[in-house]
């Protein structure tokens, strides 16, 4: 039997298979009026245990759009909630559904859930990674500096889930990633992460400037003073290079990590970046149901890969 293509982390994969999906994502954008029925039948399987504006309605708007049904069960209305195991619940879902892309907190439940699930299983954020994001995020650099190969992006703040997720796609897309942030989270950055404690020599010729809220989802209540040397507002902008971009996962604590200026300046493509949350998704989707023994149909849609 083959593996089930689970969507889990990016350090998975190697370079071919996520530029891959990537093609698939910008030529569904392409198709964006006209797209292509190739979820007819199939179901997803939604599950929250954190808030979500972006990722629940980018799946569900993917898995629609592309001819498919989705159904939604936040952790607290589940049994999963209650007593039963994630075992069980990855058995018994994957009988009724084709994918399941769950919004799971801690990564080692939801890497249980990928274990014991027949069908798919996405992960929409843990609080070790948010690989769909930085998929969206790439999406959008390709976009807006045509390949990520070769340009520098720079990170500003925490050390936290979406950093995570640029660390292991830099040596697959070919991007030098820097990261910027107080002395004392100098010991959270993994082995190998170019890093400093001066946001100025990080922006320094960049080609992306990227940030994240300095409290993350669980966090309320953490002191955020230390971070505030590292907002990315008009001074920083400035050392990058003038074509830079700017990029927000969203959504932002206002205006904590970046001012207002620049958030809604015009090297801001945060709306765009959203946007691609929708095409990159059903690029994943795709991928993910393409050899899982579901016969996904393209019609007469032909990925430009
Ligand atoms: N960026 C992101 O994942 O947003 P949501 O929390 O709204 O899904
Ligand atoms: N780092 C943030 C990302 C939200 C999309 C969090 O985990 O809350």
Redesign the pocket.
């Known amino acids: 039997m083959k593996d089930v293509r689970h969507f889990i982390d990016l350090k998975d994969f190697d370079a071919d298979t996520l530029k891959g999906i990537l093609k698939k994502a910008h030529a569904l954008k392409a198709e964006k009026y006209n797209p292509p029925q190739i979820f007819t039948g199939l179901t997803l399987a939604m599950m929250f245990d954190?808030r979500?504006t972006?990722?629940r309605m980018s799946f569900e708007v993917a898995m629609k759009q592309l001819g498919g049904h989705t159904v939604v069960m936040n952790k607290e209305e589940s049994q999963i909630g209650g007593a039963e195991s994630i075992e069980s619940t990855a058995q018994v879902m994957s009988r009724f559904v084709d994918a399941i892309m769950v919004r799971m907190s801690n990564h080692e439940d939801f890497l249980e859930l990928c274990k014991y699930a027949k069908v798919p299983v996405i992960n929409g954020?843990t609080?070790r990674s948010?690989p769909c994001?930085i998929m969206a995020d790439l999406m959008t650099v390709e976009e807006k500096l045509g390949n990520a190969d070769g340009k520098k992006i720079a990170w500003f703040g925490?050390y936290?889930?979406?950093s995570q997720s640029y660390i292991e796609a830099a040596p697959l897309f070919g991007y030098e990633f820097v990261m910027a942030l107080p002395e004392d989270l100098n010991g959270n950055v993994p082995d190998g992460v170019a890093f400093t404690n001066d946001a100025q020599e990080a922006a320094s010729g960049a080609d992306v400037i990227v940030t994240?809220?300095w409290v993350?989802?669980?966090q309320e209540g953490k002191d955020i003073k230390k971070f505030w040397p590292y907002q990315v507002n008009a001074e920083l902008m400035g050392h990058a290079n003038k074509d830079a971009i700017f990029l927000h996962?969203?959504?932002m604590h206002e205006w904590e990590e970046v001012s207002e200026n620049v958030a809604k300046g015009p090297q801001s493509v945060i709306y765009d970046e959203a946007e691609n949350r929708l095409h990159a998704q059903k690029a994943i989707l795709a991928w993910c149901l393409e050899d899982a023994g579901v016969s996904v149909k393209q019609d007469s849609f032909n990925f430009a890969a």
């Open positions: 954190k979500s972006r990722t954020m609080n948010h994001q925490d936290n889930n979406v994240d809220t993350s989802m669980g996962c969203l959504p």
